[in-house]
């Protein structure tokens, strides 16, 4: 089966600095990739890119079989294979928890009000916010803002979802109700692509792990193997300072 | 000396009169300047090409000049100019309009600048187009935010509309010069004026904090 996502030779400038040099990467359907690397590294920077939220300067990408730089592919049309959660949460805050996830299948499915309604109440159902649909994100919890914006991303039913530091922003005792969705999606099979520094969920829950640093990615391979004799003094140094 | 009642009684008819044409005025300028205003500062917000430099000049000359001499010039200078006639209510609400839109379209900016770019690549991110974005998540905040300091700037405007009297429009306050030259009593005009106008700046006021109200202000 082909790869989900294709990157080749991926390179991304900001003006004269190379965020992201020469990333070669292939995630197949049912993979959970988690990404780690010191901050700098371009986690973030890559995320966004297979997204197109940042332009890419150089490569090759493909999501879905959508290849960006065809003609008749538009970012739009790569970014409905993705679905995107920020670490800032970025909840509409001029609409309830319900009309945040209806958003998405409305305006990008052409979905009725009713069906839009119906499937944004199931998927608040399914991280346990079933109770809070009528809320403002600013009445809210980070962690269930946070739940919300997860729920809104798989509303427009993407083949494969990305997480952007999405516990970072959240105090210690509200992460795990985040990453225990997180934990429920990835049991599920879905396809996820998470950028953090929580090293109990990697080694828990990614079935791959990669190492960037300098805009490369440096390792690429099983958690297990990678967290039990790191293969690099760089990783073996960043370890070190995320665990302590 | 005493407050003669009777001097304000009988000047009460000429005093609405001149309410009416202020709040005419006003209302003319403030409805202009809110077109002119969302569609120079969309321009400015977005960057335009060449149309917001032209934006920024027009800002630039409105902000750089009295409200007064923008009067003188439009009622004497650009007739002259153009070979046209205006009238004093025309010239006096094409003032204000132009005045008031070039603030505005500094509110309108700065209201549409602050949104959280979070907010769009979210909305991005779903697979939205940029137009639907901005109709259905920038717009909307961006406007809310445009409330407080748009109230503001209606009162500003109510209040200008007072020294139209120099081009002879018999708003308000040119009711009240006129008023103390035949009665000889400044006090009593002059007072009456001014509670004139706190009405009508207290009623903006109230109207304005009921709409602040009614919307969620985010």
Not at chain 1, 176 to 203: C, Y
Request: one cysteine or more; proline letters at 4%.
């Amino acid at each position: 089966m082909s790869p989900l996502i294709t990157c080749r030779k991926l390179h991304k400038r900001f003006g004269a600095i190379e965020v992201l040099r020469d990333i070669n990467l292939e995630v197949h359907t049912g993979e959970v990739v988690v990404i780690v690397g010191p901050s700098g590294s371009g986690k973030s920077t890559l995320l966004r890119c297979l997204n197109v939220l940042e332009p890419i300067s150089g490569g090759e990408l493909e999501v879905g079989g959508k290849r960006l730089g065809d003609r008749r592919t538009r970012k739009r049309d790569i970014r409905r294979e993705t679905g995107m959660v920020f670490q800032q949460f970025n909840l509409f805050p001029h609409m309830t928890a319900r009309e945040n996830v209806m958003l998405g299948p409305r305006k990008v499915r052409r979905q009725s009000r009713r069906e839009a309604a119906a499937l944004a109440d199931r998927l608040l159902d399914r991280v346990g916010l079933a109770d809070r649909s009528h809320h403002y994100p600013s009445e809210l919890s980070g962690g269930q803002q946070q739940r919300v914006a997860i729920a809104r991303a798989l509303a427009v039913n993407p083949r494969v979802m990305l997480f952007d530091e999405p516990t970072s922003a959240l105090d210690p005792e509200l992460r795990g109700e985040v990453l225990q969705v997180m934990q429920g999606l990835a049991a599920e099979g879905m396809t996820m692509l998470i950028v953090t520094h929580e090293m109990r969920f990697a080694a828990d829950v990614a079935s791959r792990l990669i190492f960037m640093d300098e805009g490369r990615i440096l390792h690429d391979g099983d958690p297990k193997v990678l967290f039990e004799s790191p293969p690099s003094d760089r990783f073996r140094d960043f370890l070190r300072h995320v665990q302590t | 000396m005493d407050f003669r009642w009777d001097v304000v009684w009988n000047a009460l008819p000429q005093m609405v009169d001149g309410a009416q044409l202020t709040a005419q005025i006003t209302l003319l300028g403030i409805g202009g300047g809110l077109i002119i205003g969302t569609l120079c500062g969309l321009v400015t917000a977005f960057r335009v090409p060449i149309l917001h430099w032209l934006v920024f000049a027009y800002v630039s000359v409105i902000r750089g000049t009295p409200i007064v001499v923008q009067a003188m010039f439009i009622y004497f200078a650009l007739p002259l100019a153009l070979d046209i006639t205006l009238s004093g209510f025309a010239a006096a609400s094409l003032c204000l309009a132009m005045n008031a839109g070039a603030y505005i379209t500094e509110i309108v900016r700065g209201a549409v600048q602050s949104i959280d770019k979070g907010l769009q690549d979210a909305g991005l991110a779903l697979g939205m187009s940029y137009p639907q974005v901005l109709l259905s998540i920038v717009g909307p905040l961006a406007f809310r935010r445009t409330i407080p300091p748009l109230g503001n700037q209606f009162i500003i405007s109510l209040k200008d509309s007072a020294l139209f009297l120099v081009i002879g429009v018999a708003e308000l306050a040119q009711k009240g010069e006129q008023l103390t030259a035949q009665t000889g009593r400044a006090l009593e005009i002059w007072t009456a004026v001014a509670v004139f106008y706190l009405i009508m700046t207290f009623t903006l006021a109230m109207i304005m904090r009921l709409i602040e109200r009614r919307m969620r202000i985010l």
